[in-house]
């Protein structure tokens, strides 16, 4: 498991269209997992609530990435069909979020996340956007998540975003 140095100053920055730049570097990914009732699966990590993932292991793919992440952190263990939805600059590569139809869980042992996970909630969006528990990477991720879920759903045309950055650290 890798870890980052949350003490230093580093930018994450949301590109506009959920497309990856050529030759992009992905070092992260997410997940948000919708439920049927419009709830999606959150997580209460030590370091605040957030959405299931982590670090891309080596000769794993971005997706395998994220069914790995989904069933370690949340016990999630089937997905729909995986959606890009945010690609994420930051100082050592690309994170890249996905939503998802959620369509199986496993029960939920904390214990069994070695203290990475305290907690699995199924939230909806506005209820996970109010919590202050919330960071602003998580918060960007699920507004464009929910967004783009939403349209999906509907047979609508993908939702435009704009490029926003974030200083992170103290």
């Keep these: 498991m890798s870890t980052r140095n949350y003490s230093s100053r580093w930018t994450a920055t949301f590109l506009a269209e959920p497309i990856l730049p050529e030759n992009a570097i992905i ?8 439920t ?20 891309i292991e080596s000769e794993e793919t971005p997706e395998q990435a994220v069914y790995r992440e989904a ?12 959606t890009l939805t945010s690609v994420i600059r930051w100082d050592v590569g690309h994170m890249i979020s996905y939503t998802a139809e959620l369509r ?3 029960e939920f042992f904390a214990e069994n ?14 209820e996970f956007l109010e919590d202050k528990r919330v960071g602003k990477i998580s918060r960007e991720i ?3 998540a929910t967004a783009m879920y ?17 200083l992170i650290g103290e």
């Design 71 to 82: 069933l370690e952190e949340a016990a999630i263990s089937q997905l729909g069909e995986l």
């Design 142 to 144: 699920v507004v464009r």
């Design 36 to 55: 049927e009732t419009g709830k999606f699966i959150a997580i209460l990590q030590p370091r605040g609530l957030c959405i299931p993932g982590g670090h």
């Design 104 to 106: 199986k869980m496993e």
């Design 113 to 126: 996340t070695d203290g990475e996970v305290l907690e699995r909630l199924e939230m909806f969006p506005e």
């Design 150 to 166: 939403a349209n999906i759903k509907n047979g609508d045309m993908p939702p435009i975003f704009k490029e926003v950055a974030f």
């Design 27 to 34: 070092t992260a990914v997410s997940v948000v997992a919708f």
